[in-house]
């Protein structure tokens, strides 16, 4: 059992005789990083090597600080959304989910149940991503190209439907405060199905390759331990935790969203390996489309049925006329909204949004349609003004896809944040790191590193 | 021959466009990873969009084998030395590839921790703007990179005259 | 914002430290209490180790500067806990006595999980922790001169590690 409160000591040489040539020894300081290909960005390792035996280590974070938690004070508590995509790159909707969920809660309002499940959905997707990318990156990084390019496959088919939804790939900023962007398009759930299944045949045939292959076992078996106790200790979360046999799950313990809904199980490894972490993460993925299923079949809300029999008019012919001054019905009439905008009309902005109107945005029949909308919109948008949650402090936390990614949030009443601090799950990863890695080699330092899913936006924020 | 202000003769050039098309249909990345592009870096290595077409798909993963430097993410003021001796480890003939709008410009980061834009430290190539780009874009990018590597001078000697450079060879 | 002195944790402690419980409040379903700095490590200790509190999870650990809020004292330490036995959450805070140079005790005998968020306190803060194992700058360089998240340090005041280039206004065009 490794004492977690000993720090390791600090690199100083250490020497040995060899009693047969009376030639010294003497240990070695490697620096690994911080441009690393192994070293997922950008992390610096300083390791004392006895060989090829890691003695001591002492792990450098900061390379990519982005000053979010700064930016967050001064854009707006609306504007924040794109920072937070780039926090946990691989994994943007969990963590737009959060903040919204924040500021919301600040707030005092929450969305409508469509709203609740739409970002369940979307979260799961998003949680399915990390590990891919996770599963394949260490995959590749001990030689398994094969199960990279495989999982690099299963990614795309979900980055194509979250390209139709929110219209970018990866940082989609998809939530608002109070709601969403838009609404599902239509037959988006029945694609999501059949990607489902594909990017789970995929997973079926990776676990083919890895999970009893000799090669992956012997590198990643017994390597990387840590117990319960002492990463609990750290403040770890998530499948690292999970891992080491803690059955803690946020999403179990103090459901949010509509979580409580739904059937589904929480992997528990029993050793703490890197072997348990690369299963409990296999596993998940499995169970995450297991909960994707039972939402869509449970989503209230079916198809907006527009009445197109009246006089409908495009998105270009209602700004046109509005910018004329030629408003006197455009309230009256449907508009076909282009398809890349699919979702955000009026009935639907109105399915997926809560009733506040000063925080969300009016759909924009109703802004270029009368003044009142209009005054609304530009109040919501200008600087200065804005999203104003009442002074308070909140902490929201949620289960992201490496633990617990939790905000703490101070209003001072303004349109700006006071202040944001964003909990990182794999900052507390992160420090239990030379934990995991001393005592082993330096190949293993690749193979543990890999699977504690470090993510360098989110660590160094 | 090739280096200088020599006006280029007929077998000197059909020299140059041969050495050029060698060059440019075998590009060493070195992907300098740091943040989000990456991802989309991964993207573009993997098997729906393929950046083996270009012969560019094994990166080397150390600066004295490559011979494209892309730098993929965003580069902090504590990360800009080491992109530096990176770049300065690098045997010439080089490329620099700026891979997404922090790399141009900063990005939307424009706060006490973000270079705004890596030209303030290595010379560039190539800029690909995006936040992260489609892997379209950097496949397009790849495209001009090879169409200007095309249209410089390479010699026996092996130098190739970079605009980005002085006569004298040093780095601008 | 209310006063919270019925909520059970908040009563504990109140039986405990007393008046060293500065203020409490309740909002939005999170619990909060202030604690003297002076008492803040035995604040602690008590919460994680009474059976009725058990708070044996450290969650997170912040620094707010309320410098724009213009209140005194003007750094604040906030602890978040939760406690496994009882599926609770509790937010403690403290503050610095001194503004001109914070220093407050380091928790990380308690809680090994405060090592790095203190340094980044300090970092980003410039609060000082006592009895902290290795306190130095994480997230920012050693050369970096202040506390970037302090309230009067601007968002955008560089200083780059290295010369950077001038960078030619006369280049030829682009070779296309």
Not at chain 1, 55 to 63: F, L, N, Q, R
Not at chain 1, 229 to 237: I, M, P, Q, R, Y
Not at chain 1, 397 to 405: M, P, S, V
């Amino acid at each position: 059992m490794i004492d977690a409160s000993v720090q390791p000591a600090p690199p100083e040489t250490t020497t040995e005789q060899l009693p047969a040539s009376g030639l010294t020894t003497r240990s070695m300081l490697l620096n690994v990083g911080p441009s690393h290909p192994a070293m997922h960005g950008v992390i610096r390792i300083i390791t004392e090597l006895d060989g090829e035996k890691v003695v001591s280590a002492d792990v450098e974070i900061g390379y990519l600080h982005r000053a979010f938690e700064k930016e967050c004070e001064v854009v707006g508590w609306g504007q924040a959304f794109p920072y937070t995509d780039r926090l946990n790159y691989v994994s943007p909707l969990m963590n737009n989910v959060t903040y919204a969920m924040g500021v919301e809660k600040l707030l005092g309002i929450h969305p409508t149940e469509r709203c609740d499940y739409i970002r369940v959905i979307t979260c799961e997707i998003s949680r399915i991503t990390d590990h891919l990318t996770c599963v394949a990156a260490s995959a590749m990084e001990l030689g398994a190209m094969t199960a990279f390019i495989y999982l690099m496959k299963a990614r795309e088919y979900l980055y194509q439907l979250v390209e139709e939804l929110t219209g970018a790939r990866l940082t989609v900023s998809y939530v608002r405060v109070g709601g969403l962007k838009a609404d599902l398009p239509s037959g988006w759930l029945e694609r999501l199905n059949q990607e489902l299944d594909k990017v789970l045949k995929v997973i079926d045939e990776v676990d083919v390759l890895l999970t009893r292959n000799r090669i992956f076992i012997d590198r990643v078996k017994d390597v990387g331990c840590i117990s319960k106790e002492t990463a609990w200790s750290l403040g770890f979360t998530g499948p690292v935790l999970r891992s080491t046999g803690m059955a803690r799950d946020m999403r179990k313990d103090e459901p949010y969203l509509v979580y409580d809904r739904f059937d589904f199980d929480v992997p528990i490894g029993a050793v703490g390996d890197n072997y348990d972490r690369y299963l409990v993460r296999m596993e998940e993925m499995r169970q995450s489309a297991r909960i994707i299923r039972q939402a869509i079949e449970q989503i209230p809300g079916g198809a907006v049925q527009v009445d197109m029999s009246g006089r409908p008019l495009t998105g270009a012919q209602m700004v046109d006329a509005a910018k004329m001054g030629m408003t006197a019905d455009l309230l009256l009439r449907t508009v076909r909204v282009d398809p890349t905008l699919e979702g955000t009309d009026r009935e639907s902005a109105r399915r997926v949004n809560a009733q506040a109107r000063n925080v969300v945005l009016p759909p924009k029949e109703e802004t270029y349609g009368n003044i009142e909308s209009l005054m609304n919109h530009f109040m919501l948008i200008m600087e200065g003004e804005g999203i104003k949650p009442p002074p308070g402090e909140i902490y929201i936390a949620t289960e992201a896809a490496n633990g617990e990614l939790g905000f703490y949030m101070v209003s001072d009443g303004s349109g700006n944040a006071y202040r944001v601090r964003c909990r990182p799950p794999c900052f507390y990863l992160m420090q239990g790191l030379d934990k995991m890695i001393i005592g082993g080699m330096i190949a293993d330092i690749v193979a543990t590193f890999g699977t504690i899913n470090m993510i360098a936006g989110e660590l160094d924020r | 021959m090739g280096v200088g202000g020599e006006a280029p003769g007929f077998f000197t050039s059909r020299l140059s466009d041969s050495i050029a098309w060698a060059r440019k249909w075998s590009l060493f990345p070195y992907p300098f990873v740091t943040a989000c592009c990456g991802m989309e870096y991964m993207s573009v290595a993997s098997a729906h969009y393929d950046l083996d077409r270009f012969g560019a798909a094994w990166p080397r993963f150390t600066p004295r084998q490559a011979d494209m430097l892309l730098v993929v993410g965003t580069i902090s003021h504590k990360m800009a030395p080491i992109l530096r001796r990176v770049y300065e480890q690098m045997c010439d003939p080089k490329w620099v590839v700026a891979f997404g709008v922090c790399t141009c410009t900063g990005g939307f980061y424009d706060n006490y921790s973000t270079v705004q834009g890596i030209d303030r430290i290595i010379p560039v190539d190539c800029y690909i703007p995006g936040c992260p780009p489609r892997p379209e874009t950097v496949l397009d990018a790849i495209m001009k990179l090879q169409s200007k590597i095309q249209k410089q001078r390479h010699g026996l000697t092996g130098m190739v005259e970079s605009p980005l450079r002085d006569r004298s060879g040093t780095i601008a | 914002m209310n006063e919270a002195a019925d909520h059970p944790i908040v009563a504990r402690l109140k039986d405990s430290f007393g008046d060293r419980i500065v203020e409490s409040h309740s909002h939005r379903g999170d619990t909060t209490a202030v604690v003297d700095a002076a008492r803040y490590h035995d604040a602690v200790r008590f919460l994680r180790d009474d059976p009725q509190c058990s708070f044996d999870f450290l969650t997170d650990i912040a620094g707010v500067d309320r410098l724009k809020l213009k209140r005194k004292p003007r750094f604040e330490i906030v602890l978040h806990l939760y406690s496994r036995r009882h599926n609770v959450r509790f937010r403690l805070k403290t503050r610095p006595a001194n503004d001109q140079d914070p220093v407050i005790d380091s928790i990380v005998d308690l809680y090994p999980a405060a090592n790095w968020p203190e340094r980044e306190i300090f970092d980003m803060f410039g609060v000082r922790f006592e009895r902290h194992p290795n306190l130095q700058r994480i997230l920012m360089y050693e050369e970096f001169v202040g506390h970037p998240l302090r309230k009067d340090y601007p968002v955008n005041k560089r200083q780059p590690r290295i010369k950077e280039r001038e960078i030619p206004d006369d280049r030829p065009g682009m070779l296309f």
